[in-house]
């Protein structure tokens, strides 16, 4: 706040009380050491969100869970698992402290969390909120997916086609070729 009588941006407080409803500061001006009197009103705050297109569009808890929600959809997740998700990331974002936060930088937030969560639920995310320019970002995910899924899978679910012993011996010159 600056200064009423000479525009000045600084100034010290030098007393600081509670009122009914908010604080009251009495503060001293760094340039002309006059004195003056704020309130400051508790009230929620509000933080905009700058969406790519630059529109600003107040921060919604709401549109937020539904978009996890979309994304979470017939995962096996624990119970309020989204909802704690989600009022992690709503306190991530006041702790900020910032009146504007960009779409980018909620989804970054989401992802990371959805992540370690599901990972299913994090492509879908990822694919809806990213736009096409990160499509081979999206790609890479993928295919660390595919990658990271354990060998043998099928094998466990159906009967070898080949008898042991033979596959075996086929196994055998791979090991030895190897070395
Ligand atoms: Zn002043």
Redo the contacts with the bound molecule.
């Keep these: 706040m600056n200064?009423p009588?000479?525009?000045?941006i600084d100034s010290k407080v030098i007393d600081s009380r509670d009122t009914f409803d908010g604080i009251r500061r009495r503060r001293q001006?760094l340039?002309?050491s006059?004195r003056f009197t704020t309130y400051e009103r508790l009230q929620p705050v509000s933080i905009f969100v700058i969406k790519k297109d630059r529109r600003r569009e107040e921060f919604n808890k709401e549109k937020l869970l539904s978009g996890i929600r979309k994304a979470c959809e017939k995962r096996p997740l624990p119970t309020g698992a989204i909802d704690r998700l989600v009022d992690d990331i709503e306190s991530e974002i006041e702790g900020l402290n910032k009146a504007e936060i960009s779409s980018v930088a909620i989804g970054d937030m989401v992802m990371k969390r959805l992540k370690n969560l599901d990972y299913i639920a994090y492509i879908r995310f990822a694919s809806v909120y990213r736009d096409f320019t990160d499509i081979t970002a999206l790609k890479r995910e993928i295919d660390n997916l595919v990658s990271d899924e354990p060998a043998g899978i099928t094998s466990t679910s159906q009967l070898p086609l080949i008898p042991e012993a033979e596959l075996e011996t086929r196994i055998k010159p791979r090991h030895r070729s190897r070395k």
Excluded: I
Aim: with cysteine; charged share 10%.
């Design positions: 200064c009588y000479c525009g000045h001006c340039a002309c006059k």
